[in-house]
């Protein structure tokens, strides 16, 4: 499975644009990226999906270039709610994940 | 989308004995569920891969006579953890996969079970 590189933290401020970048060098042809997030004491949740360009959904957007070694999950307007860790991963379907260390989040008001 | 029970949210038991987590997938079926067990300020660490009528598959260094996976119907799998000891105090986290495209990963979590061993 490809290896994710991530930055180990990130410090915002409420209503501003957060976005984290994603490494992995060694993406396979049939691996898709996958960013989930999670809360202290609860399972991850899943946040978004894609395989290539850009892809939107109701509470973020991810970006990933023509050579998909890298993808941008870009959280719009944060909060509080959303301190947390995000986590990326990339695999081929179905297939168990390999969480990397993950970048904690941190919201400040 | 999809959701993942489990149960209990947490547990204290005490060391030498079993604990039995169930994971359900409560609206949909799911072939193949994946246990995780996360350490306090860690990433998740996936055990095993429950095959729903087959064995369990476990990642090495996960002892699979102690870590005892059950997957008996399309929406349940369950991990007895035997003979606890301290060292097995945790957070144990079940995820299943929603059936579909087989390049889809979509993967759907449980809350979580806390178990703390005295």
């Known amino acids: 499975l490809a290896k994710t590189t991530q930055p180990i933290s990130m410090d915002s401020y409420e209503g501003q644009e957060v976005n984290i970048t994603c490494s992995h060098n060694?993406?396979?042809?049939?691996?898709?990226i996958t960013w989930y997030q999670q809360f202290p004491s609860q399972g991850p949740r899943f946040i978004i999906q894609?395989?290539?360009t850009k892809v939107t959904n109701e509470v973020a957007s991810l970006f990933i270039p023509a050579d998909r070694k890298s993808s941008t999950l870009s959280l719009p307007r944060v909060s509080l709610s959303d301190t947390a860790v995000y986590y990326c991963?990339?695999?081929?379907?179905?297939?168990?994940?390999?969480f990397g260390s993950g970048t904690r989040l941190q919201v400040q008001p | 989308g999809a959701v993942v029970s489990q149960h209990p949210s947490w547990v204290i038991c005490k060391s030498g004995t079993s604990v039995k987590i169930e994971c359900r997938s409560l609206d949909f079926q799911a072939t193949t569920m994946f246990w995780y067990r996360q350490f306090p300020k860690q990433s998740l660490m996936l055990m095993a891969t429950s095959n729903e009528g087959s064995k369990a598959t476990y990642e090495q260094g996960v002892e699979k006579d102690k870590f005892l996976i059950n997957h008996a119907s399309l929406t349940l799998s369950t991990l007895t953890v035997t003979s606890a000891h301290p060292e097995d105090s945790s957070f144990y986290i079940c995820s299943a996969g929603t059936s579909g495209r087989e390049s889809y990963n979509e993967q759907f979590f449980g809350p979580g079970t806390r178990l703390t061993v005295l």
């Open positions: 991963l990339v695999a081929p379907g179905r297939r168990a994940l390999t």
């Open positions: 060694n993406i396979a042809t049939n691996d898709y």
């Open positions: 894609g395989y290539k």
